[in-house]
């Protein structure tokens, strides 16, 4: 199975600027970090160089003996049997958070051998980064990966409709065989949301079971790293608030309540195991924003947040949701309280727009699910699972704060309505491209 991964592109843009340094790839376990660097080394370099910390715990004192660079290379090209090119070899170091020393090595990289190709990654980076350990700080570049979306999934189980979408004119309805087609689509793809393993079951071996087994699995490995990496004394801190998610996301307004994770439960106790798991890329802490101005990170009310999951499979899996709801029409979507179809739209989001995007509510009148900034607008966002697009939230926002542009996402077609463009949740990683389209056509 082919599946086009975006970040290559990335890659490749990264590869070529005038002033590179090395690279620091963040993600959460199991999106694909080791594949894609490898594959990216395939594609564009003569030869690969891989070292992998976690595996090789013998490289590390190649690193805590010396900070000369050409001492270090020549080290790793006996371990790898090849020399090391600084024109034609992609160095690769995998599980970097497991030596510090390689981690700070980059930065001599960066000044003193910045000819060299050098990408870095690992599962648990942000935490190390966090931990207060020394780190390059300004000598490497960033990029994250993210899950799969919907658009990365659809390369592979159907090219075909990747490229009809390619050709639409999306400032019209999408023809209704195109629709349908995209939507049973859409559902697949909430089967086994966006990790690599469980697409690749799912796609190429057409087994759901294979599906649940290989998203539990993760599930399992997340908890393994909770109980090794994390400071023991949040561990079982760590556990009651991932158990707690699905019951955090389920109610109608899904503010984050330490209560809901253990009777008694309190922020100055539970704090730093969220930002444990917020550093791990395995959650999303969304915070409320108290006005919609510019910056919108100006205007935290960092008391209210909401938490959401990195992927939308895990979150079903987790949640125990079985994979039948596909074919009871739009249950998928709309079971417990819309969640997963919120938790969709925001991955989506993230990957496409600067900075974590907020959320607005106006006591218990009303509650707008996301805000995003794009350049000097504050966009309210929308989210409705089904094809009911009722909005009272919506049309308090609009009607308090007048923007220039509104977005709902739901099971309707493509429809610009008096200052609303509604798009359909399968189309929600062309989001930016249909604010450009709406900016200059609608």
Same mark, same amino acid.
């Given at each position: 199975?082919?599946?086009?991964?975006?970040?290559?592109?990335?890659?490749?843009?990264?590869?070529?600027?005038?002033?590179?340094?090395?690279?620091?790839?963040?993600?959460?376990?199991?999106?694909?970090?080791?594949?894609?660097?490898?594959?990216?080394?395939?594609?564009?370099?003569?030869? %690969?160089?891989?070292?992998?910390?976690?595996?090789? *715990?013998?490289?590390?004192?190649?690193?805590?003996?010396?900070?000369?660079?050409?001492?270090?290379?020549?080290?790793?090209?006996?371990?790898?049997?090849? *020399?090391?090119?600084?024109?034609?070899?992609?160095?690769?170091?995998?599980?970097?958070?497991?030596?510090?020393?390689?981690?700070?090595?980059?930065?001599?990289?960066?000044?003193?051998?910045?000819?060299?190709?050098?990408?870095?990654?690992?599962?648990?980076?942000?935490?190390?980064?966090?931990?207060?350990?020394?780190?390059?700080?300004?000598?490497?570049?960033?990029?994250?990966?993210?899950?799969?979306?919907?658009?990365?999934?659809?390369?592979?189980?159907? *090219?075909?409709?990747?490229?009809?979408?390619?050709?639409?004119?999306?400032?019209?309805?999408?023809?209704?065989?195109?629709?349908?087609?995209?939507?049973?689509?859409?559902?697949?793809?909430?089967?086994?949301?966006?990790?690599?393993?469980?697409?690749?079951?799912?796609?190429?071996?057409?087994?759901?079971?294979?599906?649940?087994?290989?998203?539990?699995?993760?599930?399992?490995?997340?908890?393994?790293?909770?109980?090794?990496?994390?400071?023991?004394?949040?561990?079982?801190?760590?556990?009651?608030?991932?158990?707690?998610?699905?019951?955090?996301?389920?109610?109608?307004?899904?503010?984050?309540?330490?209560?809901?994770?253990?009777?008694?439960?309190?922020?100055?106790?539970?704090?730093?195991?969220?930002?444990?798991?917020?550093?791990?890329?395995?959650?999303?802490?969304?915070?409320?924003?108290?006005?919609?101005?510019?910056?919108?990170?100006?205007?935290?009310?960092?008391?209210?947040?909401?938490?959401?999951?990195?992927? %939308?499979?895990?979150?079903?899996?987790?949640?125990?949701?079985?994979?039948?709801?596909?074919?009871?029409?739009?249950?998928?979507?709309?079971?417990?309280?819309?969640?997963?179809?919120?938790?969709?739209?925001?991955?989506?989001?993230?990957?496409?727009?600067?900075?974590? *995007?907020?959320?607005?509510?106006?006591?218990?009148?009303?509650?707008?699910?996301?805000?995003?900034?794009?350049?000097?607008?504050?966009?309210? %966002?929308?989210?409705?699972?089904?094809?009911?697009?009722?909005?009272?939230?919506?049309?308090?926002?609009?009607?308090?704060?007048?923007?220039?542009?509104?977005?709902?996402?739901?099971?309707?077609?493509?429809?610009?309505?008096?200052?609303?463009?509604?798009?359909?949740?399968?189309?929600?990683?062309?989001?930016?491209?249909?604010?450009?389209?709406?900016?200059?056509?609608?």
């Amino acid at each position: 199975m082919d599946i086009f991964r975006q970040g290559i592109n990335k890659l490749s843009a990264w590869k070529n600027k005038p002033n590179r340094k090395p690279l620091v790839l963040q993600g959460a376990r199991q999106v694909g970090k080791t594949w894609l660097m490898n594959q990216f080394g395939k594609e564009q370099f003569e030869s %690969v160089a891989y070292f992998n910390f976690e595996e090789q *715990p013998e490289l590390k004192p190649f690193f805590e003996e010396t900070k000369d660079i050409g001492r270090i290379l020549s080290n790793l090209s006996l371990v790898s049997g090849k *020399p090391i090119d600084n024109n034609s070899t992609l160095i690769i170091f995998d599980e970097i958070q497991e030596c510090n020393d390689a981690l700070n090595s980059l930065k001599y990289f960066c000044e003193k051998a910045p000819e060299y190709c050098v990408v870095s990654a690992g599962s648990l980076l942000g935490v190390a980064m966090s931990s207060g350990n020394s780190f390059p700080v300004g000598k490497v570049d960033f990029m994250t990966l993210y899950p799969l979306n919907f658009q990365e999934f659809l390369s592979a189980a159907a *090219p075909d409709l990747i490229a009809v979408i390619d050709k639409l004119d999306l400032t019209e309805p999408i023809p209704e065989m195109f629709y349908n087609s995209l939507l049973e689509q859409f559902k697949r793809y909430f089967i086994s949301g966006g990790m690599p393993e469980a697409v690749v079951a799912l796609l190429d071996n057409q087994s759901i079971d294979e599906t649940q087994e290989i998203l539990q699995n993760i599930l399992n490995a997340y908890a393994l790293d909770f109980s090794k990496h994390a400071p023991a004394n949040d561990f079982h801190k760590i556990n009651y608030i991932w158990s707690s998610l699905p019951s955090q996301l389920s109610r109608e307004n899904k503010k984050f309540l330490y209560q809901t994770v253990r009777p008694g439960a309190r922020a100055r106790d539970y704090g730093n195991a969220l930002e444990w798991l917020k550093n791990a890329g395995l959650i999303y802490k969304i915070h409320k924003a108290t006005a919609p101005r510019l910056p919108l990170s100006g205007y935290d009310d960092l008391s209210s947040f909401k938490v959401y999951m990195n992927d %939308v499979g895990l979150l079903r899996r987790l949640s125990l949701l079985n994979p039948i709801a596909v074919a009871e029409g739009n249950r998928l979507f709309t079971e417990f309280k819309g969640a997963l179809t919120e938790n969709y739209i925001l991955q989506s989001l993230i990957r496409q727009f600067e900075g974590m *995007p907020r959320y607005w509510s106006s006591g218990n009148m009303a509650e707008v699910d996301f805000l995003i900034q794009h350049g000097n607008d504050i966009i309210p %966002v929308e989210v409705k699972s089904d094809e009911n697009i009722r909005s009272k939230s919506l049309s308090v926002f609009r009607k308090t704060f007048s923007p220039r542009l509104s977005l709902r996402f739901s099971l309707r077609n493509m429809k610009m309505d008096n200052g609303v463009l509604n798009i359909p949740l399968f189309l929600a990683d062309y989001t930016l491209d249909l604010i450009h389209l709406n900016n200059s056509q609608f």
